[in-house]
């Protein structure tokens, strides 16, 4: 007998005929022996239809954040009855848990809380008692008994936090794809889905692009070593497990190819290179609310440097005209931008220890004549800013060289 | 400055300009220099829709009464939440509380859940610091942090509870009609507003059929004292208040007529007259869950006795069926039924200590050539049952010859 956690999307319950399939699931894991909890999105569109209300009501001025949680909230607590009832139908006890009935206590931030404590008494208390625990994604409560809410990717985030804090033995995220690829398939024709991934990769994947698993889902997996199995809703096969690195025996060189074409690169050009400049230049920008993500900074013969980063493709105008505020004050010589640029990166634990993985995927992109504008790299990742135009050749050609030759 | 809790119901919060309208007549009565608390209803259709995919969920069999409160509350915490958005948006604090978060603590009878206590601490701080506390009517929570919902009329009860906990000054029920009437004005054209009218007449009158006010939020009221206040949405004219007895000045002898047609009646007859007739026969019908209104025993020179009583015109094919089966045991000689009725009844104070308004109510009927089936009085009403097809004109001639001529 295992403690399952299974967590299924918007898509997955977007009807009453899709909740009775996900009933069904559960049943059948149930019944096949296991404790299972299962956590649940909003119905597709109903997170939107809210939040379409709230801009209505505020004449398109921001919602007051506990407000808008208090409102947006409605939509899991929706899913979690509907699916206890549907799988009451089939003959199965349940019961459903809201964040605060679940005890997932976060701080007070309303719109994007952190998680502080799973009080897990109840859910295990239930569990015992031949229950499935139907719990509400996305949710949480402060120490004021206000909702929250967990942003982006927090559904995700909250079936991992309570498979870590019951000590699950998996949770199974449920998607509309089956796994995790060595690159996207639409692409990369001959990508292929990776049977099991470390956490570090996946991490690596996830922040460069791979949209299946949000950043921090995983890095909550990671640090309580909890597996996670991400597979389709719709078919039964298994798909992608992700574990810690120990546990992948077959460890490819590179498993995988990512492409993040939503940056803009910056570059402000010629400014002295004496100590500060960095701070000068990154701390207005911080405060602005813009995550610098590469920085690359090189330095000319003259005393003078280069400073080139990417941001958010949507923050680049406000980026950009910080760094010409900031550029000015440091007379730099000139300061540029580029929104057409694309972010390849190829990932994989094996880099560790093999060299010569950079300068193979450098000879890839030169022939086939791919200018790299910047490059950065980390241990099991090396990234390269390219031109935009020639992403999918990027990606098509390292995936061919890189992936399927390790493979 | 007062403490004035305000209830608006469905209709009122049907849309987001619905809405609008409500924060806008919160906002000037806090703007009056008055603390106010509001109770809303889910928005109009909410309700009715969330219900239906219930029923989808179940296939129309009966949903768990647990999850279909959790299911059903989400409409009344749409609605406070839009509506603290809308007070916002007019610079003022607002703050929503669910059921739970105000205290609202019931017992566990989902669906029915009966008001055990509330806290009033966190509405009182939020108050004393100028917020306006939107409240969510209907729903409370249980010991075990489970969701509960009131059951019909809830969101009166919800308001006048708070009121009454709050010791607020008045509880303001706005509504789609300016206020009580003498009768309906659709049938008598001469009927008028009452501006004041006591508890217990308020509590005949609604029980009799007058659809303005919940019984149970009533009852409520008069046990902690809270002055009512029934008024329009739509106007800011004074409505109705309903208020203890002593505090009634005009006192009228007959206050108003009501007519409630939603009954039919189930005659035994001819049954031995003995002890324990009456349980036999209304202990399987309370089983049922059938709830029995008049009942009028007569005795004929025989040694037999008739008994005939009313119940919901929704339960009366049931009630018929347990009767003839009690009948036959008691070796009743008839069971018969029937379901064209109509109860027509006059409520008044002043009928306490004034003689002769039965006979008078009589005596009208007679004239208009009215056939009386059943009679049953109290200290401030009398009712009869008459056939349906009459129960206008009952109304009208009553109306006439008794309310008009004691005003």
Redesign the interface.
Known sequence: MALIVQKFGGTSVGD?DR??NVARRVVACQEEGHQVVVCVSAMAGETNS?DA??R????D?S??P???D??V??GE??T???L???I??MGHP???F?G??MGMETDSSHTRARILSIDTDRLRSFLERGFVCVIAGFQGVDAE???TTLGRGGSDTSAVAVAAALGADVCEIYTDVDGVYTADPRVAEDARKLSKISFEEMLELASLGAKVLQTRSVKFAMRYGVPIHVRSSFVSDEGTWIVPEEDVMERLVVSGVTCNANEAKIRVGHVPDQPGIAARLFTPLGEAGIVVDMIVQNFASDGTTDMTFTVPRADYRRALEIAERVGGELNSASVEGDDSIAKVSIVGLGMKDHAGVATKMFDVLARENINIQMISTSEIKISVVIDEAFADGAVKALHEALVRESA
Request: proline share 3%.
């Open positions: 009453v909740i009775r809210l209300l709230a209505a009501i505020c004449d001025a919602p007051e506990r407000e808008f208090a409102l909230s409605t607590q929706k979690i009855a509907l206890a009832m549907a009451q139908q349940a019961r459903s809201t605060a009935q008994g206000s909702i």
